[in-house]
């Protein structure tokens, strides 16, 4: 969906990324749309993800309300909570 945006960095990550087996398409230009395939869905890994991202997104909203800092960054945490 990026390539109309973005097309050498979509060709190039479609030259190097693995191919499904017999696949043999020389460019993302010829490439076939994607197709849904119901059997491929798995609604445990779906709320699994869900429950990791919430958290993700639950621990950034508790840095940003007490104005914590990433040490990675060179940042030190502010520790007056």
């Known amino acids: 969906m990026i390539h109309p945006f973005t097309p050498f960095v979509t060709e190039e990550l479609w030259q190097r990324l693995p191919r499904r087996e017999g696949d ?3 460019s993302i230009m010829l ?7 119901a059997d491929l ?8 993800y869900e429950l ?10 508790l840095m940003a309300e007490y104005s ?4 990675a960054n060179g ?7």
Not at 52 to 61: M, N
Not at 75 to 81: E, K, P, T, Y
């Open 75 to 81: 940042r030190v945490f502010n520790h007056s909570i």
């Open 24 to 26: 043999e398409t020389k």
């Open 31 to 37: 490439a076939s749309y994607p197709v849904y395939e």
């Open 68 to 71: 914590l800092r990433d040490g």
């Open 52 to 61: 990791v991202q919430g958290t993700s997104k639950g621990v950034r909203s």
């Open 41 to 48: 869905d798995d609604p445990e890994a779906e709320a699994a």
